[in-house]
């Protein structure tokens, strides 16, 4: 008998129709003779309607109180457990909901954005020992104080990974209405290939580049304290994708996958003494305006100038524009600043990269014999990035795909 810690994100309980199957599939589950503890997400589309309502009550321009907040979205979850255990009754079988606070996890008290601190478990024991299914709310905790607090976006991964390492359970299965985790967005290239295994550094890079299938602090905490997991399907019985520790197996493939990120944009400051203390008077600003900046190249200089350039998500453009008009004529005469949006992002990602040369050069043949421009380049031990046109980047992506032999036809 095995102990299993499921998790069933948005989609997969978005209506009742839906909570009935995930409640079929746990029972399952439970009837094969293992323990089950199942942690599922609000219902899709409650948690940005709790959002919307708050501002409303609250009005423009004005935040609600983060306290309550927390205990807003925190119902979210509560909905869904409730009537999980109630289908799941109501089918004859036997479950008890806990939320996060009845279910021992403590968190500190950073509202909306919590981090866990510690599970006292006690609870989810009992109930189990009693032949129980447990049915966990994901996304929240409670402060030792007894405050309600919630995770972050997409922090049910977190409870699920985190309450799986707590009672090391045999398997944490995370539930989602992908199979698994692909070569590519099959979307854009139609022969990405699920994969049967991937570990934790690159789907984090896999992540920050594009491919949101989990929160990544889950990812990093499963990391962390070695909770193996697998991403699959609530709405089919495929195998997914194994999520673990490397393995001396995984190195022999150079990329494990491709990833694209739209919706970029470039600011290049033109100009600049190539002198300490620059690039902190451009960056110093843009941060301060809450700007996420993700690549960055400032050029070599002969003459002493030279040329800073750096991308951010195109929603964040006016912000990053607006923070740095003010510092320009303090960096020097004749410093210019340039905009430019339809950007996208293109990343090939790898554990393999570190034993393998070449792989720069030839995804850069590659995009030079598809036609592509490349922009910006940069790169991490096991990731290479390039900015190009955002017209260009599926066919970029497709070269890129297929040369490095990820297409399910090429096996
Ligand atoms: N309901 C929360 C959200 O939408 C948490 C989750 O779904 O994981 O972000
Ligand atoms: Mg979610």
Redesign the pocket.
């Known amino acids: 008998m095995s102990l299993i810690v499921q998790k069933y994100?948005?989609t997969s309980v978005g209506d009742p129709e839906r909570i009935r199957n995930c409640a079929r599939r746990i029972m399952e589950c439970h009837a094969a003779g293992h323990r089950v503890v199942a942690v599922v997400?609000?219902m899709a589309g409650v948690?940005n309607r709790l959002i919307q309502l708050a501002s409303e009550v609250t009005g423009e321009g004005r935040e609600p109180t983060e306290r309550e907040m927390d205990v807003l979205l925190a119902t979210?979850?509560q909905t869904t457990i409730a009537l999980t255990a109630m289908a799941i009754n109501a089918m004859g079988g036997k479950a008890v909901s806990l939320t996060g606070a009845q279910a021992g996890i403590e968190t500190d008290g950073v509202h909306t954005k919590a981090r866990i601190a510690n599970i006292t478990p006690g609870e989810v024991h009992r109930f189990l020992d009693e032949g129980n299914i447990v049915i966990l709310a994901?996304?929240q905790g409670k402060t030792a104080e007894g405050r309600i607090t919630t995770l972050g976006?997409?922090?049910?991964?977190l409870t699920a990974i985190a309450m799986a390492a707590a009672i090391d359970a045999d398997l944490c299965q995370i539930y989602t209405d992908v199979d698994g985790v692909y070569t590519c967005d099959p979307r854009v290239v139609p022969t990405a290939r699920k994969l049967e295994e991937i570990s934790y550094d690159e789907l984090l890079e896999m992540a920050s580049s594009g491919s949101k299938v989990m929160q990544s602090r889950s990812v990093e905490f499963a990391k962390k304290f070695g909770v193996r997991f697998e991403v699959r399907s609530s709405l089919n019985n495929n195998p997914g994708t194994l999520v673990r520790e490397e393995t001396m197996s995984m190195e022999s493939v150079v990329i494990r996958g491709v990833s694209l990120e739209r919706d970029q944009a470039k600011v290049t400051i033109t100009g600049v003494g190539d002198l300490p203390g620059t690039a902190s008077r451009i960056f110093g600003p843009v941060a301060k305006a809450n700007v996420i900046i993700d690549m960055i190249v400032q050029n070599v200089s002969k003459t002493g100038i030279t040329d800073i350039s750096f991308t951010v998500n195109k929603a964040d453009l006016a912000k990053a524009e607006a923070a740095l008009k003010p510092v320009l004529a303090d960096l020097g005469d004749g410093v210019t600043m340039e905009a430019q949006g339809g950007i996208a992002k293109l990343s090939v990602v790898g554990i393999g990269m570190r034993s393998h040369a070449g792989v720069a050069a030839q995804m850069f043949e590659t995009l030079s014999n598809a036609g592509v421009n490349i922009q910006m380049i940069s790169t991490s031990e096991i990731k290479i990035a390039v900015t190009v046109a955002e017209d260009q980047i599926e066919t970029a992506a497709k070269a890129v795909h297929e040369a490095f032999g990820l297409s399910a036809l090429q096996g």
């Open positions: 994100g948005g997400s609000a948690t979210g979850e994901g996304f976006r997409g922090g049910s991964d």
